[in-house]
C-alpha cells in the first residue's frame, strides 16, 4: 500500500501544480483525478474518455506505463500502477457515458470530405460503421477535434505506433488537408441517427 500512498501524494502534487486552483481537493471515485482534465472542463485537445471500449483504454493505459505510449502527465500517471489497478481504473472508464458531438458549427465542406475519406478508406470496418468503437478499436464518433487530429499526426509521423501497427499503414497517402477533414468530421458525429 506504501506505494500506492506515495503515487497519490506525487499525483496530488503534480496535479496542484499544474490547477493552482484545487481542483484535485475532492476524492469521489476511481476517476477523481482524471476528470479533472478528462471531465467537464476538458482543455482543448485532450480526448473525451466516454463511451471508450474497456479493453481499448486498458491497452492504452499500459502503453503509457511502459512506454510505447509517451505523454508526460499520462505517463507519470500510470507508472508504478500494477495490472489490477490499470483494469479497475479502465473498467471505470467504461461506465462513463459517450461524449456529445462538438457544439461549434459544423463546416459543410470538410464534412463532406471527412465522410467520403471515411468511406473510400474503410474507418468503419475496424472502428465500427457508426464509429463506436469495440475491444481494441477505439471508439472515434464525438472525439475532441484537435485530439484527433493529433492522433492521426502521430500515427502518421511515427510517433504513436499502436499494438498492430495498423494505422500508419491506413493514413499513410492521406494528406494534412484530410487529416484535418476526417477530424472535423468524426468531432461532428454521434452515434445514433447517422
Ligand atoms: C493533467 C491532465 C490529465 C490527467 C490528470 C489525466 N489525463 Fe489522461 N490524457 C491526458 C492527455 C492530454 C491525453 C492525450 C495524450 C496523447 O495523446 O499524447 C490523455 C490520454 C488518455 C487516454 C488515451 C485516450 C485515447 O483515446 O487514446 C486514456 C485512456 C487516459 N488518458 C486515461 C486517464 C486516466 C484513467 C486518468 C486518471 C488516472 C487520466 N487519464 C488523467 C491528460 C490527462
Ligand atoms: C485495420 C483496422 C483499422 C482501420 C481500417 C482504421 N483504423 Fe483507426 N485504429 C485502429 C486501431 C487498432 C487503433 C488503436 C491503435 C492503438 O493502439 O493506438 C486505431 C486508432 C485510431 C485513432 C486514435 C483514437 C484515439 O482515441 O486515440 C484514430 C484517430 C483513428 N484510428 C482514425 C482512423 C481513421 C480516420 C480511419 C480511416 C481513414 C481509421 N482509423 C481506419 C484500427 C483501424
Redesign the pocket.
Known sequence: MRADVLRRAATAALLAVLFPGGAAAEDDGPLFECLICHGEERPVGT?ELGG?PEL?VL??LV?FRDGQ?KHDVMSALMEDRDNDELRALAAAVAELAPPEPASGEPDAARIARGAE??QS???????LPEYE?AK?????AS?DEA???A??QD?KQGR?????A??A???SE?SGHD?EA??HY?SHEGTSGL
Do not use: D, N, S
Open positions: 480526448p471508450q481499448y491497452y492504452q502503453h505510449r475519406l471515411a478508406h474503410r474507418c468503419g470496418t475496424c472502428h468503437g481494441h478499436v477505439p471508439r472515434l472525439q485530439y484527433l487530429l492522433a492521426m500515427y504513436r505506433i499502436g499494438a498492430r495498423q494505422m499503414e491506413v493514413l492521406l487529416l476526417l477530424a468524426f
